[in-house]
């Protein structure tokens, strides 16, 4: 993950220099967790070094939410043990070492940004500077506004802002640009850059898979409970294997297009088609020899979100 300089002073101590000896920020160790008789998450054995940006993928009900409410001390496992920086969560929560930005969560109502995030603060024994803080979200012109009256990529800029005030070591994020638009998304990134430059470890779920392409040191995927692959996302595209066929087919019938040779699955975009395929020069040729009318054609490698599906058992979606 890319970062730029940025003066730590303020901040929580960089733990890069550290004379600490270095542990991991996160440990699951033979972690399951069962509501009833459904199994949310299944022995599930994970180490995150400090330092690291990390992308946690899964489809909906792979266990992400469970995995992280499990890492903030929200909930117990039924098995296993969680440590934060080698203590147990709850314990990391209150020596105030893990900061979190839910995907959503009503605001204090009546207070302004400013007052929000400085009640925040206070809640910690070295917070950042309330100021830093506002400039580091991108808050600094609304910090006069009611937290009540924002629109959502601004509240959840609000709630960046209250993950960091703290100015925590480790920083949980679920879906954390959910409802900004791409201006404000790229703005964010810059933010979090910022703020993991220092050796700060963040943990992100995310559907936005350019994201953890473009942010992530390193991408775990999960899907059943379990991890099914880990690794820097060009590790995961590669390990993954097969490429794609893209092409343009207008309105025309996409009937039978996932039974060619070699196609493992199909995704269709209004009048885009994209083949999944482990052999793609026959997949080609019975795409040509059907006598189907398709216009640019492009064969490539997978990219992040084809070797996600691949991963994960996800074999065809279609979108409108």
Do not use: C
């Not at 482990?278 to 006598?291: E, F, I, K, N, R």
């Amino acid at each position: 993950m890319s970062s730029r300089t940025r003066d730590s002073r303020h901040y929580a101590p960089d733990l890069r220099e550290s004379s600490v000896i270095p542990m991991n920020a996160i440990t699951f160790t033979g972690v399951s967790k069962s509501y009833g008789a459904v199994r949310a998450v299944e022995a599930l054995d994970l180490e995150i070094a400090a330092g690291q940006a990390v992308a946690l993928l899964g489809p909906n009900g792979a266990g992400k939410s469970t995995s992280i409410n499990m890492l903030l001390g929200l909930i117990r496992p039924t098995a296993g043990t969680v440590g934060v920086f080698g203590q147990p969560p709850d314990a990391a929560v209150r020596a105030g070492w893990i900061g979190a930005m839910p995907q959503d969560g009503a605001l204090v109502p009546g207070l302004t940004v400013r007052e929000v995030v400085e009640f925040v603060r206070s809640l910690y024994p070295e917070p950042m500077p309330l100021d830093e803080v506002l400039s580091l979200a991108n808050l600094t012109s609304l910090a006069k506004r009611r937290a009540d009256q924002l629109s959502g990529g601004q509240a959840q800029r609000v709630r960046f802002a209250i993950a960091v005030a703290g100015a925590p070591r480790l920083l949980v994020l679920d879906e954390p640009t959910a409802a900004m638009d791409v201006e404000s998304r790229r703005s964010f990134w810059a933010s979090m850059r910022a703020y993991a430059a220092g050796g700060r470890t963040i943990l992100f779920a995310t559907h936005y898979l350019e994201e953890a392409d473009e942010n992530a040191d390193r991408v775990v995927v999960i899907s059943r409970g379990q991890v099914v692959a880990d690794g820097t996302a060009q590790e995961i595209k590669s390990a993954a294997g097969g490429r794609t066929v893209r092409f343009t087919i207008g309105d025309r019938p996409t009937a039978g297009l996932d039974t060619l040779p070699g196609v493992t699955g199909m995704e269709v975009r209004g009048g885009s088609v994209r083949l999944r395929t482990t052999d793609p020069d026959a997949t080609v040729q019975a795409l040509y020899a059907s006598g189907v009318e398709v216009r640019d054609l492009e064969v490539k490698g997978a990219d992040l979100e084809e070797a996600f599906l691949s991963l994960t058992g996800d074999k065809s979606t279609t979108r409108p």
